[in-house]
């Protein structure tokens, strides 16, 4: 057996814990969607390594949301190299942290652990000249249409081994365009070759698996409210989905309605999140790869901290395996847990534990089993892989949310109180069972909003679905094109390229501008095409933006519908390329031309940190009508000197805060800045002169 290690990785972390080696191996992030995630070569997500990878467009990509996931790979009557027989077997990542001798990433002849594909060379995204689109290609990348599946944007590709000689072959795909852009698709293919290491040789050959299964673990994020409830769906006769979702929790010690953590500061539904992980196909057999409908076979949820759960196995005594086992045949119902499973119109032989949400408990805590966080699983099988024989399983990581603009509006209502809902009821079991979780019609219509990304949860789910039943294969617009904005005296300038034009459905472009925060509150300003009566541009002048006002921009090209494919839903129409593709993570500004000493204003003055002076930024003071190189040094009124300041844009406006520091305005050493009157020392750099002004800041 050959045990040399490839060291391919671009990070390694090495750390002992529990007698495990844990394996932080070569990631890439796929960012071209509402959800952007890590994707590791070995397939790890554990705590240490793949864990806090995924975040959502809602917040501008702040929040994560899989705390660790992780996944078990199970067998019976075992034989290693030396003859040993093993009663039970188990290999994979689990949650607490993977063992790169185990779970062995497997390089090509150049060293590539991890690949990367993508349709097309990403676009270049320029703010003032700056370039901010990630770097392209790194080691591994490629562009090459031609190696990924269907209609994808990106496909990402690395190969396991594992020491039970079962190799994993995994394909993560990703779509930035609208209807598909809130998925991340795992395409992963179990392969009974008996290679137990990382080289060609083989170690086991002609072994047979018997009563193989397939776990799945996901802790879901909840920011701030400690564990989340879980659900499902998809568990009975006649479901047309298969999902495991968590979705935030009230806080069980708030003194106030706190679902979806509600932010009295800033009118905004801070974490309204739902998160979950479709099922969206399990082999029949390693003979018959339609889907298996009555899979995962197993689901239920219990605590993060059961040891032989959430470590990988070869730390494990023969009854841990045994139990462990046993959890991916039979979930958490009978004589292990002792706990009842779901009995009507479930498909034979399914074991499902019965929903976390619908046991009549308020809070999570509230379980017996409980002690700081929940898990849920999902447990496919049993198979038989003769050897050469695979098995494979797609799953897609979902996210669902009310849009960031009905979050500034439910949030605004819900601190004047004047929050309303006029639907029926929707709100999680719990509530339905403990009315006094929202306090009044106030909380309850707030709530009822939040709830509504369930409905958004499922709709992605299904679109996820819905390309894999389709072979991936789904309808497209024209690339999006590059993007380049420039900040000028009297308006800004926003170019972009010509790229989109070699779709043969090319129609037009269209331009969006969010004003004080990169998320998604973007607003169409201009549009082009010939269908529109508006000549084909590659260039607008947007001479409505406000001087000092922070703006982002994203450029999107349309087709003109007629030969697309029904979308999800079924309609038929104009596609246009994802906003996330080329949407500028940088403020652009509109500038002024340099002043003088003489003509120094302070604005806002006086600066009330209370106040919303600039719509959607952090608080920041602007130093207009400044010289076009000079030196900025602000004082306190008894002479310390707290900021300096060096203006070398050649424009007439420096910005002290705003989104180059969510400052509440501090100083140079960090510290917050009190009330009081602040004095600004100011030397033009190429004639020494200087001048003094002042400000005054309000806490």
Same mark, same amino acid.
Request: aromatic share 14%.
């Given at each position: 057996?050959?045990?040399?290690?490839?060291?391919?990785s671009?990070?390694?972390?090495?750390?002992?814990?529990?007698?495990?080696?844990? *394996?932080?191996?070569?990631?890439k992030?796929?960012?071209?969607?509402?959800?952007?995630?890590?994707?590791? &070569?070995?397939?790890d997500?554990d !705590?240490l390594?793949g864990?806090r990878?995924?975040?959502?467009?809602?917040?501008?990509?702040k929040?994560?949301?899989?705390?660790?996931a992780?996944?078990?790979?199970?067998?019976?009557?075992?034989?290693d190299?030396?003859?040993t027989?093993?009663?039970?077997k188990?290999?994979?990542?689990?949650?607490?942290?993977?063992n790169?001798?185990?779970?062995?990433?497997?390089?090509?002849?150049a060293?590539?652990?991890l690949?990367?594909y993508?349709?097309?060379?990403?676009?270049?995204i320029k703010?003032?000249?700056?370039?901010?689109?990630d770097p392209?290609?790194l080691?591994?990348?490629?562009v090459?249409?031609?190696?990924?599946?269907?209609?994808? &944007?990106?496909?990402?590709?690395?190969t396991?081994?594992t020491?039970?000689?079962v190799?994993?072959?995994q394909?993560?795909?990703?779509w930035?365009?609208?209807?598909?852009?809130d998925f991340i698709?795992?395409?992963?293919?179990f392969i009974n070759?008996?290679?137990?290491?990382?080289?060609?040789?083989i170690?086991?050959?002609?072994?047979?698996l018997?009563?193989v299964?397939?776990?799945r673990m996901?802790?879901?994020?909840?920011?701030?409210?400690?564990?989340?409830?879980?659900?499902?769906y998809?568990? !009975?006769?006649?479901?047309?989905?298969?999902?495991?979702?968590? *979705?935030?929790a009230r806080?069980?010690?708030?003194d106030?309605?706190d679902?979806? &953590?509600?932010?009295?500061s800033?009118?905004?539904?801070?974490?309204?999140?739902?998160?979950?992980?479709?099922?969206?196909?399990?082999?029949?057999?390693?003979?018959?790869?339609?889907d298996?409908?009555?899979q995962?076979?197993?689901t239920?949820?219990?605590?993060?901290?059961i040891?032989?759960?959430?470590?990988?196995?070869s730390?494990?005594?023969?009854?841990?395996l045994q139990?462990?086992?046993?959890?991916?045949?039979?979930g958490?119902g009978?004589?292990?847990?002792?706990?009842?499973?779901q009995?009507d119109?479930?498909?034979?032989n399914t074991?499902?534990?019965?929903?976390?949400?619908?046991?009549?408990y308020?809070?999570p805590?509230?379980?017996p089993?409980?002690n700081w966080r929940?898990?849920?699983?999902?447990?496919?099988?049993p198979?038989?892989l003769?050897?050469? &024989?695979?098995?494979?399983?797609?799953?897609?990581?979902?996210?669902?949310?009310?849009?960031?603009a009905?979050?500034?509006?439910?949030g605004?209502?819900?601190?004047?109180?004047?929050?309303?809902?006029?639907?029926?009821?929707?709100?999680?079991?719990?509530?339905?069972?403990?009315?006094d979780?929202?306090?009044?019609?106030n909380?309850?219509a707030k709530d009822?909003?939040?709830a509504t990304g369930?409905?958004?949860l499922i709709? @992605?789910?299904?679109?996820?679905q819905?390309? /894999? !039943?389709? @072979?991936?294969?789904?309808? /497209?617009?024209?690339?999006?094109p590059?993007?380049? /904005?420039?900040?000028?005296p009297?308006?800004?300038q926003i170019?972009w390229?010509?790229e989109?034009e070699d779709?043969?459905d090319?129609s037009g472009?269209?331009v969006?501008?969010?004003t004080g925060?990169?998320d998604s509150?973007?607003t169409?300003?201009?549009?082009?095409?010939?269908?529109?009566?508006?000549?084909?541009t590659?260039?607008f002048?947007d001479?409505?933006?406000?001087?000092?006002?922070?703006?982002?921009?994203?450029v999107t090209a349309?087709?003109?519908?007629l030969?697309?494919?029904?979308?999800p839903?079924? !309609?038929i129409r104009?596609?246009?390329?994802?906003? @996330?593709i @080329?949407?500028t993570r940088?403020?652009?500004?509109r500038?002024?031309?340099a002043g003088?000493l003489?003509?120094?204003?302070?604005?806002?003055?006086?600066?009330?940190?209370?106040?919303n002076?600039?719509?959607?930024e952090?608080n920041?003071?602007?130093?207009m009508d400044?010289?076009?190189?000079?030196t900025?040094k602000?004082?306190?009124?008894g002479?310390?000197?707290?900021?300096?300041?060096?203006?070398d844009s050649?424009?007439?406006?420096?910005?002290w805060g705003?989104?180059i520091?969510d400052?509440?305005?501090v100083?140079?050493s960090?510290?917050?800045?009190?009330?009081?009157?602040?004095?600004a020392?100011i030397?033009?750099?190429?004639s020494?002169?200087?001048?003094?002004?002042?400000?005054?800041?309000?806490?």
């Amino acid at each position: 057996m050959d045990k040399v290690k490839k060291l391919t990785s671009t990070i390694f972390i090495i750390l002992l814990f529990s007698s495990q080696i844990m *394996y932080a191996g070569t990631f890439k992030w796929i960012r071209i969607g509402n959800v952007e995630m890590k994707v590791v &070569d070995n397939t790890d997500q554990d !705590q240490l390594a793949g864990s806090r990878a995924v975040y959502y467009y809602y917040d501008n990509y702040k929040t994560f949301h899989l705390y660790n996931a992780g996944w078990h790979l199970g067998t019976v009557d075992w034989v290693d190299e030396t003859g040993t027989n093993w009663p039970v077997k188990v290999v994979g990542t689990a949650t607490a942290g993977a063992n790169e001798n185990i779970t062995m990433p497997i390089a090509d002849d150049a060293g590539i652990t991890l690949k990367q594909y993508v349709r097309y060379a990403p676009p270049t995204i320029k703010v003032n000249d700056e370039i901010l689109n990630d770097p392209f290609p790194l080691a591994g990348d490629e562009v090459n249409p031609d190696k990924i599946p269907g209609t994808a &944007d990106l496909m990402m590709e690395s190969t396991v081994n594992t020491i039970m000689g079962v190799t994993l072959k995994q394909k993560v795909l990703a779509w930035s365009s609208a209807d598909y852009d809130d998925f991340i698709i795992y395409d992963w293919t179990f392969i009974n070759n008996g290679n137990t290491d990382d080289d060609p040789e083989i170690e086991l050959p002609g072994q047979n698996l018997e009563d193989v299964y397939f776990m799945r673990m996901n802790n879901f994020y909840s920011p701030g409210r400690g564990s989340p409830w879980y659900s499902t769906y998809g568990e !009975q006769i006649g479901d047309s989905l298969r999902i495991m979702y968590g *979705y935030p929790a009230r806080g069980p010690d708030s003194d106030y309605d706190d679902f979806g &953590d509600p932010d009295k500061s800033k009118d905004f539904i801070n974490r309204p999140f739902y998160v979950g992980e479709a099922f969206l196909h399990a082999d029949k057999s390693a003979s018959d790869k339609s889907d298996d409908i009555t899979q995962p076979r197993m689901t239920g949820v219990q605590s993060v901290e059961i040891f032989w759960l959430k470590f990988e196995a070869s730390s494990h005594s023969a009854s841990e395996l045994q139990n462990l086992y046993e959890v991916l045949q039979y979930g958490f119902g009978g004589p292990l847990f002792n706990f009842e499973y779901q009995t009507d119109n479930v498909y034979e032989n399914t074991f499902h534990s019965y929903r976390m949400d619908e046991e009549g408990y308020k809070f999570p805590k509230d379980f017996p089993w409980w002690n700081w966080r929940a898990i849920a699983h999902t447990s496919s099988g049993p198979y038989d892989l003769a050897f050469g &024989d695979s098995i494979r399983f797609v799953y897609a990581f979902v996210m669902g949310t009310i849009s960031p603009a009905k979050g500034r509006e439910i949030g605004r209502a819900w601190n004047n109180g004047t929050a309303t809902w006029d639907g029926e009821n929707n709100l999680p079991p719990q509530y339905i069972q403990h009315p006094d979780l929202y306090d009044n019609d106030n909380d309850y219509a707030k709530d009822c909003w939040i709830a509504t990304g369930k409905d958004s949860l499922i709709k @992605n789910a299904w679109a996820a679905q819905y390309a /894999v !039943q389709n @072979n991936y294969e789904l309808p /497209v617009p024209p690339r999006a094109p590059s993007i380049d /904005v420039k900040g000028l005296p009297d308006y800004i300038q926003i170019n972009w390229g010509t790229e989109s034009e070699d779709a043969s459905d090319f129609s037009g472009y269209r331009v969006y501008r969010s004003t004080g925060s990169p998320d998604s509150s973007f607003t169409k300003i201009f549009e082009c095409g010939d269908n529109l009566g508006v000549s084909l541009t590659h260039t607008f002048n947007d001479t409505t933006a406000q001087r000092s006002v922070a703006y982002f921009y994203y450029v999107t090209a349309f087709d003109d519908g007629l030969s697309n494919a029904p979308s999800p839903n079924g !309609q038929i129409r104009s596609l246009e390329s994802g906003w @996330n593709i @080329n949407r500028t993570r940088a403020a652009a500004y509109r500038s002024r031309p340099a002043g003088t000493l003489e003509s120094i204003r302070v604005v806002p003055n006086p600066l009330n940190v209370n106040a919303n002076n600039f719509p959607g930024e952090p608080n920041k003071i602007v130093f207009m009508d400044i010289p076009a190189y000079c030196t900025i040094k602000i004082y306190t009124e008894g002479g310390d000197l707290v900021k300096t300041i060096e203006h070398d844009s050649g424009s007439g406006d420096e910005i002290w805060g705003g989104n180059i520091l969510d400052l509440q305005t501090v100083s140079d050493s960090g510290q917050l800045l009190v009330s009081g009157i602040y004095i600004a020392h100011i030397t033009d750099n190429e004639s020494h002169d200087t001048a003094i002004t002042k400000f005054v800041i309000i806490r």
